[in-house]
């Protein structure tokens, strides 16, 4: 198992201020970092890769798309633009040494039809995420496909929807990202939900119902760990928190104010509740 920490509470661009943040999260206990998808320049890319080489640190890159490239659009120009587009993050992915892109790449973030999904837009969705990850298999790249909750997308809301997405595309390298957040809005129960659907899950983000510390809000902490010790989950477990230091990123995701002491508190006290609920076995 790995343990990460998402950079998105800091920032949507990574570059050297950051690198001190590297170190002390490598100290903390973290083995992963799930660095944003940016425009980074070639010399960026190798200064990164350097650094969290050194501490021996693995990673994840985190996308998003918009109605720009979007995967389910009717017109077939869009969804040829969102293939485009996850090839690029999917080349991104494989030239900052990461293991997966991960994030809600099945549609476009916070577009909304008024009403839920057809048929079309699945069959849609499946061609596009299949070429994709056959593409991304040719690097040894995973995809991690995240549900959203309802407020932010009317496509996949459910761990069950995306499992069913990711068996019809039918890739070992394509699986499932269950976000804590997210479900605790649309399961009623986290612990069957990570249950039942366990097999297609490659990446779980830690996240609370208010996107600040997690263990300080309402997700039932319980419930989830139960799902992941009987489950015996033993994939990347990466804490996603947002605040305000990014005015782009806290627009995203409706974050208008931070809920939590500090951000060290956030992956502190984060890892510590993770620690706290894996079984040793699953360690």
């Known amino acids: 198992m790995k343990l990460g920490m998402n950079l998105f509470l800091w920032t949507g661009h990574v570059n050297q201020q950051h690198f001190p943040l590297f170190g002390a999260l490598a100290q903390t206990g973290f083995d992963l970092i799930e660095l944003p998808r940016s425009d980074y320049t070639p010399a960026e890319t190798q200064q990164i890769n350097a650094e969290l080489d050194a501490l021996g640190l693995s990673r994840t890159v985190a996308t998003i798309l918009d109605e720009h490239c979007n995967p389910i659009s009717p017109d077939p120009r869009i969804r040829q633009a969102a293939l485009e587009k996850l090839r690029a993050d999917i080349d991104l992915t494989a030239a900052l040494g990461a293991e997966a892109l991960i994030g809600p790449i099945h549609s476009a973030h916070k577009q909304f039809s008024g009403c839920g999904p057809g048929a079309d837009e699945f069959s849609y969705c499946v061609d596009i995420l299949r070429a994709a990850g056959e593409y991304a298999a040719t690097l040894g790249i995973e995809l991690s496909v995240e549900f959203l909750n309802r407020f932010e997308c009317y496509f996949l809301n459910t761990c069950q929807q995306a499992s069913e997405l990711t068996r019809a595309i039918g890739l ?19 612990g069957a939900a990570i249950k039942n659907n366990a097999r ?14 997690p263990g300080t809000g309402t997700v039932d902490w319980v419930s989830v760990f139960e799902g992941l010790n009987s ?14 230091q990014d005015p782009s990123i806290a627009s995203a995701v409706n974050i208008w104010r931070n809920c939590f002491e ?17 079984r040793e076995e699953s360690k």
């Open 200 to 213: 297609d899950i490659n990446q779980i983000h830690i996240s609370e119902s208010h996107r600040g510390t």
């Open 172 to 190: 070992d390298n394509v699986g499932v990202l269950y976000d804590t957040h997210h479900a605790q809005i649309e399961e009623g129960n986290q």
């Open 231 to 244: 489950s015996a989950y033993n994939g990347r477990l990466v804490i996603e928190a947002f605040g305000t």
């Open 262 to 278: 500090s951000e060290e508190a956030v992956y502190r006290d984060g890892y510590r509740l993770i620690a706290g609920g894996i």
